[in-house]
T-cell receptor, first 112, second 111 residues
Framework: NAGVTQTPKFQVLKTGQSMTLQCAQD?????MYWYRQDPGMGLRLIYYSASEGTTDKGEVPNGYNVSRLNKREFSLRLESAAPSQTSVYFCASSDTTHTEAFFGQGTRLTVV | LAKTTQPISMDSYEGQEVNITCSHN???????ITWYQQFPSQGPRFIIQGYKTKVTNEVASLFIPADRKSSTLSLPRVSLSDTAVYYCLVGSTGGSYIPTFGRGTSLIVHP
């Protein structure tokens, strides 16, 4: 049982480049989330999707876009990367009947 | 969403019991209290969840007083591998639930 899978695990981008972080879950969860975590900080919500076909902004959405491709997959796109987006990105999913969320292993992104 | 407050850091020694308290004065009637553990370079992992009184599993115990304005995560006989950040969250089930994390409590277990 893979749970939540994120790709890639590591990425280095130059300022202005674009990229998409992929996330997939195999638990048939309705809700999916993207967070970023900076050193010494908690997780901050970027975007979330309460169900297939819907997405909503979280606390720090600027500079990001998301796509809920289907129930399994939720991708995060950086159109023009900036050094301030250097962070560790976590994807998570949860079922609407429980408050337990399952997290991926994270993507460590560095923008130079 | 109910806001939570917990200590920034704690220190302990191997074999001791550790209690981490979380305040959530504005907890709503339908809210559950959920604790997560995060090791360096890993995503958070669910530890335990409760609504009232006491909940125990193989990892920890969660104590919730009658007024539910606080909760205490208890880790019995900690080891070095319990060094991690612990997060307290409150929220209710349903389509509007969004796990919201504060800075958590950084627990360091010393030999």
């Amino acid at each position: 049982n893979a749970g939540v899978t994120q790709t890639p695990k590591f990425q280095v981008l130059k300022t202005g480049q674009s990229m998409t972080l992929q996330c997939a879950q195999d638990m048939n969860h309705n809700s999916m989330y993207w967070y970023r975590q900076d050193p010494g900080m908690g997780l901050r919500l970027i975007y979330y999707s309460a169900s297939e076909g819907t997405t909503d902004k979280g606390e720090v959405p600027n500079g990001y876009n998301v796509s809920r491709l289907n129930k399994r997959e939720f991708s995060l796109r950086l159109e023009s990367a900036a050094p301030s987006q250097t962070s560790v990105y976590f994807c998570a999913s949860s079922d609407t009947t429980h408050t337990e969320a399952f997290f991926g292993q994270g993507t460590r992104l560095t923008v130079v | 969403l109910a806001k939570t407050t917990q200590p920034i850091s704690m220190d302990s020694y191997e074999g001791q019991e550790v209690n981490i308290t979380c305040s959530h004065n504005n907890i709503a009637t339908n809210d559950y209290i959920t604790w997560y553990q995060q090791f360096p370079s890993q995503g958070p992992r669910f530890i335990i969840q409760g609504y009232k009184t006491k909940v125990t599993n193989e990892v920890a115990s969660l104590f919730i007083p009658a007024d539910r304005k606080s909760s205490t995560l208890s880790l019995p006989r900690v080891s070095l591998s319990d060094t991690a950040v612990y997060y307290c969250l409150v929220g209710s089930t349903g389509g509007s639930y969004i796990p919201t994390f504060g800075r958590g409590t950084s627990l360091i277990v010393h030999p």
